[in-house]
């Protein structure tokens, strides 16, 4: 479910994850490596990857989560669980397609309600004058 998540998991050398991480973005992280680690990498969309490996502590009795870092920001296993809970990528982006959409059609909207308001006046003063007329 990971690797369809666009992530991967590898379980790597403690000593080797420090060196790798030391200096680079993760840096927070690095002194979190001791007993047995895996890493867990996410490419596109961190959400995605979140939910994943949290429906997997969820069905795991040994898995467990340590630690994370998004952006090079260290994150608790309690905030990586509030991550998974958030819209994925592309229904976000829905949302927000719809909101930029709503705009346009609201002003569209309020003109053409200001012209039909405008055209009832003008219509009601040609019927007037036609009666007056006759």
Known sequence: SLRNAGGEYHVVKNT?????????THDAIK????????????FDDP???A????????????????????DGKEMTPDQVDAL?????????????????????TNFVSLFANVL???LYALKAIEEQKG???A
């Open 16 to 24: 080797l994850a420090r060196i790798a991480l030391t200096g680079g």
């Open 31 to 42: 002194d979190k490596f001791h007993e047995n680690c895996g890493v867990a990498l996410g």
């Open 47 to 49: 959400v995605a990857v």
């Open 51 to 70: 939910k994943a490996l949290s429906d997997f502590v969820k069905q795991s009795k040994l898995f467990s989560l340590r630690c994370a870092s998004l």
């Open 84 to 104: 998974a809970k958030l819209p994925g990528r592309e229904q976000l982006l829905g949302q927000l397609l719809g909101t930029m959409n709503a705009v346009p």
């Open 116 to 118: 039909r308001g405008l």
């Open 131 to 133: 009666k007056a007329a």
